[in-house]
């Protein structure tokens, strides 16, 4: 998609959100509000496809600001969550369009011959194998990861680590693009991927840093990370939203949060994907390990000066 028709769709997207959060509609003050949601698809969309963890800050929001619906109504939750996972899943297939559909081609012809032959072929192959280690582990380890994982201080840690790992991964020389990627390589991304699970190691930022350790360019580690994006988290939008929507009763009060955080991650996601790919084109990743330890810095002086729990 051209950068001017990205913008358009994201800012008309958007409007209809903003719109939708000021007539009130389907909106219900006693649960998750439309403005709330507008926030946090927001937040979802942006954060997603930056390296900063999403899931952090899907957490973090509502914790500075004392947005108790969510974590008080897990129902309500895993719908919103699925809600809002989708529309960045949109932003990023409607954005990469042509490099899925040329993947997905690709991918089909293999299988009719029964050989790989060209990079394209081989980069789809690429992809599929390094969506499997994330998709198992999150299958086998979803509820042992939520009851364990996500707590204030954890996720200060986590963006202090792995924001000190992307630092040091960004210093290695840029030799190889997306083209160059082994099966092989695609699973060691695969198994970094998978740390991902944990709130505040990112997904984007941990798929971008195994990317640069082998030597993958900052555009094409970032591109690459963004095409892992969709396997992985279309499969989960599809697994939770038949387990946690269609075979499950559906919460009240899920039509406005649920269509306005649809909206909201579908334009913020857009914005990210043009935001990020022009950015490393001429800069490092250094302003985000910068932000991830000044929010890490904030997140613990909160907790010590008492004005937030260290816990839930």
Request: charge should be neutral.
């Amino acid at each position: 998609m051209r950068r001017p028709v990205v913008l358009a769709v994201a800012g008309v997207t958007f409007t209809i959100a903003l719109v939708l959060c000021l007539v009130g509609v389907g909106d219900d003050p006693t649960q998750l509000t439309n403005w709330q949601a507008l926030v946090l698809g927001l937040v979802q969309g942006m954060t997603e496809l930056l390296p900063i963890s999403s899931s952090a800050h899907l957490i973090i929001v509502p914790w500075l600001f004392e947005w108790t619906y969510l974590e008080q109504n897990d129902a309500f939750n895993q719908t919103f969550d699925v809600s809002i996972h989708l529309g960045t899943c949109v932003a990023v297939g409607a954005y990469f369009w042509h490099d899925v559909t040329t993947l997905l081609v690709a991918w089909l012809r293999t299988l009719k011959r029964r050989s790989i032959g060209t990079s394209d072929e081989r980069l789809a192959w690429v992809v599929l194998v390094a969506t499997i280690p994330a998709a198992v582990l999150g299958f086998l380890l979803e509820d042992v990861i939520a009851s364990r994982m996500g707590e204030p201080w954890q996720i200060a840690i986590f963006l202090t680590v792995f924001g000190l790992l992307l630092g040091w991964a960004d210093r290695r020389p840029q030799q190889r693009t997306m083209g160059d990627l082994t099966l092989r390589k695609g699973l060691l991304v695969g198994l970094a991927q998978s740390m991902a699970l944990m709130p505040g190691v990112s997904r984007s930022g941990i798929t971008i840093t195994a990317g640069r350790l082998l030597g993958l360019d900052r555009d094409s580690a970032a591109r690459f990370s963004f095409l892992l994006l969709l396997p992985i988290t279309l499969g989960a939008v599809v697994f939770k939203g038949l387990t946690d929507v269609v075979l499950a009763d559906l919460p009240s009060g899920m039509t406005g949060p649920f269509v306005v955080g649809v909206l909201a991650s579908l334009a913020s996601g857009l914005v990210a994907i043009l935001f990020l790919l022009d950015y490393v084109r001429r800069h490092t990743y250094d302003a985000f390990v910068v932000y991830r330890l000044i929010a890490s810095a904030v997140i613990l002086l909160l907790i010590i000066t008492g004005i937030r729990a260290a816990t839930f």
